[in-house]
């Protein structure tokens, strides 16, 4: 898939910078473009296509796990399923008991993962965009700010998961604060906001960083003649800063979504395998695999694949369509704005009345 | 910003190059383990002959002594030298390495430091060879320690480290309020209320074990399969899980305990936080230490464990040396595995490390008692200790167990039920 996009975009590419049409490589120009791209395409296909192929071919299979009444031996080897390994998803063989109630262990760590990233990625845009703001304003120390607010961003995963292990225990820092016991660590609902905590503080910096890109963006013009019109703060804020941010906004929660489908070493981390009020459906593929279940794993996996697939679609086409229709108009405007001042405040503003 | 302009092509790439990153790292597990690697049908017996090098696959080596221990094999043993290979601390993680190298047919993997509770996986598909009876005699050793290592009537790895569960209690309170120690957890619980009312410290509680979501609940928490069928909805079982959790309900046991390991129970009886510990040898040495880290030494002991009705019965740990599947040089291993479970090794092993030996004489060595005092209180929760189920899915078995326990103790399921439910499962399981 990625292969395919890849190509098309890259061949037309050369093709249109080429004018000498009696080079000796001219017919070749195609086949030279395959060349220099073949590196490139040959990873590509190793190291995910091929696994990939593999994953979908796995899927259909489980491992024997017959036991042989007399020597107590395992046939082993492998038995074609055909979907049985998707279906059975919808058969509740594996009752577990979470946030949600009694159900499929399946559907538990897809309603997680679902829930996780819903709460996450809303806290993270609300903060991200609030610490962009702050970071983009001048003030003495701003270079302390920034670095400060990217220090968190900066920790590997699994180290903030073991360090908020700490602070969540039940005599840790957080307990104290509180001047409470909660078990946040012990598969309680208090288990999911500890995740959802952890999380935030995390990645919030990344969606403030990406914003803070696309605030740099906007020409300091169109607020001067904002102020000059008379708008106040929240109306400039509305009206100028999110509509002329929302493209990169977009990309920045569309990138930490799909991040968020996939999350695993926080929970796994910070509250530990088998707990499954914090079980999203990464850690349940892998603790699939650590029993040997191949098949089932892969096709969870390849639902989750699909899954994080379909957001990814959903995105591009309902908010992404606007991304290219945004992005596309503020960059000519920006040009057009250094020879006639009053441009682009009517435009942005007319944008922003046109979106709502 | 420039990434944003091109738009819609780059993002749907980027946005399925992720996508299928998900599912290439998801699936890239499940491809490599693809190989069928089944080996069970075929009982054409192991050449347990060829000398040359080998590895010792084993997790972390705190003590130092196993590089010792290794070297002194390689000085006698010129034709095959032996190389140290650790795991992760974590057993999952080297369970899970054992496995794929398997899979893979390392040849250099040779000798590995199975698990007890890996037994019957380990056996049944095939990753370790049946040990032939001639060559690996085992007299000597416990019992309980061979039959951990045995499956369906075969040796499949050489008894080396055994281990039982210990109640660590504090002498200085029992005496001080002339009790008995406790060998129910009623007698327990009288104690406890004598104790509690007499000290009045809001910060002692009663008893503790490991209840944390873990291997170790299994250990901790319910009883399992006597004859190999599972039987755990009994009235005892029931009781005892009814016991638990009422002693969380009523602070006996203290809330922050579902949270705990090993570790954490054992920072809190240093700390004098506990009066009855349930926990593994290990923790003796750290509560006798002099250098101000344990606040209760010289004020605590150990006894059996106590049990709901008569003296209970730990759970059966330990860790023995198995022959990988896939290994070259085998004959090399057959002489490593002999020379790990030699007397004069399993000592130099105990000095070090603390872990009970599979060989009974060791027991009463008077260096061992002199260093380690329990010993024969250890012997004997070795010797009623209840092996853990001898299941192919120990994985599943564990987390079903798990399942039950956790819910029980937190409340949220009955006892009754949940033994229930776990009985169903492990119906399936078991077979």
């Not at chain 1, 995390?202 to 607020?223: D, M, N, R, S």
């Not at chain 2, 040359?52 to 696959?57: N, P, R, T, V």
């Not at chain 2, 009814?242 to 579902?258: E, H, M, R, S, V």
């Not at chain 2, 010289?298 to 059996?304: C, E, I, L, N, S």
Request: hydrophobic residues 45%; glycine residues 10%; proline residues 5%.
């Amino acid at each position: 898939m990625a292969t395919a996009t890849a190509e098309p975009r890259s061949v037309p590419a050369t093709g249109d910078g080429h004018k000498h049409k009696k080079n000796a490589l001219s017919d070749g120009q195609g086949r030279l473009a395959w060349i220099l791209l073949a590196p490139t395409l040959i990873i590509i296909a190793v190291v995910a296509g091929i696994p990939v192929i593999m994953s979908i071919r796995e899927s259909l299979f489980q491992t024997n796990t017959g036991v042989d009444p007399n020597t107590g031996l395992v046939a082993g080897g492998e038995t074609f399923v055909g979907l049985q390994n998707f279906t059975s998803i919808f058969a509740g063989e594996n009752p577990v008991q979470g946030n949600f109630g009694t159900m499929d262990r399946f559907w538990n760590a897809f309603l997680n993962t679902t829930f996780i990233t819903i709460v996450c990625v809303i806290l993270e845009t609300l903060l991200g965009v609030a610490m962009a703001l702050i970071m983009a304003k001048a003030f003495r120390g701003r270079g302390i700010v920034r670095a400060g607010i990217l220090v968190p961003w900066a920790i590997p995963t699994i180290v903030s998961a073991l360090m908020w292990k700490l602070i969540f225990d039940s005599s840790g820092v957080a307990n104290r604060i509180l001047g409470r016991e909660i078990l946040w660590l012990a598969d309680t609902g208090a288990s999911f906001w500890a995740i959802v905590i952890a999380d935030t503080w995390k990645t919030a910096a990344f969606i403030g960083l990406l914003t803070l890109a696309g605030l740099q963006t906007i020409p300091a013009e169109v607020y001067e003649a904002a102020k000059v019109d008379g708008a106040t703060t929240w109306q400039q804020f509305v009206r100028i800063t999110l509509p002329m941010v929302k493209p990169t906004l977009v990309v920045a929660v569309l990138f930490r979504t799909l991040d968020t489908l996939r999350m695993f070493d926080l929970p796994y981390g910070m509250i530990g395998a088998g707990k499954y009020r914090v079980e999203t459906l990464s850690v349940f593929v892998y603790q699939e695999t650590t029993q040997s279940r191949y098949g089932p794993a892969a096709a969870y996996a390849i639902i989750l694949f699909l899954y994080v697939l379909l957001v990814a679609f959903v995105f591009v086409r309902v908010l992404g369509a606007d991304v290219i229709g945004d992005s596309g108009v503020p960059k000519k405007k920006k040009k057009k704005g250094d020879q006639e001042q009053a441009g682009p405040p009517g435009t942005a503003l007319e944008m922003a009345g046109g979106a709502h | 910003m420039t990434f944003v302009r091109p738009a819609r092509r780059v993002l749907i790439a980027a946005a399925s190059l992720s996508a299928l990153l998900v599912a290439a790292a998801c699936g890239g597990g499940g491809g490599g383990g693809a190989a069928p690697e089944g080996g069970g049908q075929s009982p054409a017996a192991a050449d347990f002959s060829k000398q040359g090098d080998i590895e010792f696959w084993t997790g972390k080596d705190t003590s130092g002594n196993l590089p010792k221990l290794i070297a002194k094999f390689n000085e006698s043993h010129p034709n095959g030298k032996v190389t140290l290979h650790e795991l992760p601390d974590e057993a999952d993680q080297q369970r899970q390495q054992m496995i794929q190298n398997t899979q893979i047919k390392n040849p250099k993997m040779a000798v590995l430091n199975v698990d007890v509770v890996w037994t019957a996986e380990f056996a049944a598909n095939g990753y370790v060879e049946a040990l032939p009876p001639d060559q690996f005699p085992t007299d000597g050793m416990l019992k309980a320690t061979i039959d951990s290592a045995t499956y369906f009537n075969k040796l499949y790895a050489y008894p080396w480290r055994s281990n039982g569960g210990l109640l660590f209690y504090r002498k200085d309170l029992l005496d001080k309020y002339s009790l008995e120690v406790p060998t129910t957890f009623d007698e327990m619980k009288a104690a406890c209320d004598k104790i509690t009312a007499g000290e009045n410290n809001p910060k002692l509680a009663c008893f503790a074990g490991q209840y944390n979501k873990y291997e170790g609940l299994t250990a901790g928490g319910v009883i399992v399969g006597d004859d190999g069928k599972p039987n755990v909805a009994t009235p005892e079982a029931t009781k005892g899980l009814q016991t638990l959790t009422d002693w969380f309900k009523d602070g006996y046991i203290p809330k922050a305990a579902i949270t705990w390991t090993e570790e954490e129970g054992r920072k809190a009886f240093q700390d004098g936080e506990l009066v009855f510990h349930r926990n593994w040898p290990y923790v003796y040495a750290f509560a006798a230490k002099t250098d101000g880290s344990s606040k209760v030494n010289g004020k605590f002991d150990v006894a059996p464990l106590p049990g709901i009705t008569q003296p209970g019965v730990s759970s059966l740990g330990g860790a023995n040396l198995g022959i990988a599947k896939n290994a070259e040089n085998k004959g090399t291993a057959v002489d490593f595995l002999k020379f790990m479970a030699s007397e004069e090794s399993e000592k130099s092993d105990t000095l070090a490390t603390a872990n009970a030996p599979s060989l009974e004489a060791l027991y009463s060595d008077p260096d061992v008692l002199k260093k380690f005092p329990y010993t024969p209180t250890l012997l004997e929760s070795i010797q009623t200790a209840k092996p853990r189920p001898k299941a192919v899915q120990y994985g599943d078995v564990t987390l079903a167990i798990q399942d039950a326990a956790y819910g029980a103790l937190q409340g949220q399921t009955a006892p009754d039920a949940a033994l229930q439910q776990l009985q169903t499962k492990l119906q399936t399981l078991i077979k």
